[in-house]
């Protein structure tokens, strides 16, 4: 938890990098739950207001009211009273902006695991850093951006330093999921389940009726259902139909491996 004994980073915003940014997130997300709102909100408006006018800045203000409502009005895409890290990231130079070529490009949580599929080339469950560097690149090329070869190291360092939680050097599905919008990162639904190995031979035998080392689509409905039924999960407005096809974007032809259904349910399931 972060406290006002901690150094507040400066918003110079004309010269702030992605990495700089990065840094003024995890000071304001106090709590690290992937959005900054109530007083972490007022608080880092607070800041951005003595960056711009200097110190002094007197929160009870009628106007200092007005400009945060009118800064949320530019800022807070999908209203929800709160602000996440892609729609913050606007606030970044056009040139540092590779956040926001995310959110364009890889959107939903459908594309994003059909994205997470073409580069997790060895099937590890994990995104390493030379991968990182193929998927960025890629998404720089397609979002018409400029970039060398030193940049593009420093982009994939700054995502690694994002995401990374656990420090080993490579993303996992639900880290590198964070970069989704709050709302479609329907693996944040999935964080309350803690399946061990085992439990998942076991879940992923018992939905395999024909035995053949895959499910299909019927079987994945069957499966997400009593799982979701089990542990009281609110499936939202989505429901499981949306689960499913984002899941099933990790398959092949149709067929989803045991490999591919662990990644989501077992082996990275902390988010």
Known sequence: MATQAQQ??????AELTAAQFIDIWRHFD?????????????????ELESARRGPGVDTSNAAFKEKMK?????????????????????????EENFLLCFREFVGSSTQFMAAWRRYDTDRSGYIESNELKGFLADLLKKANR??????LKEYTQTILRMFDLNGDGKL???????????QENFLLKFQGIRLTVK???????????????????QELDALLKDLCDKNKMDVGSTGIGGYKKSIMALSDGGKLYRAELEIVL??????
């Open 30 to 46: 106090a709590d690290g739950n992937g959005y900054i709102e109530g007083k972490e909100l007022e608080n880092f408006f607070k």
């Open 146 to 151: 400029n970039y060398d070869d030193k940049k």
């Open 172 to 182: 996992g599905l639900s880290e590198m999921a964070r970069l989704l919008p709050v």
């Open 8 to 13: 507040t980073p400066h918003l110079h915003l």
């Open 70 to 94: 009118e800064f949320m009005a530019n800022f807070d895409k999908n209203a929800d009273g709160r602000i996440e890290m892609s729609e913050l990231a606007q606030i970044l130079p056009t």
């Open 199 to 217: 439990e998942f031979d076991s879940l992923f035998t018992f939905y395999d009726k024909d035995g053949n080392g895959y499910i299909d689509e």
């Open 266 to 271: 077992c082996r990275d399931s902390e988010l």
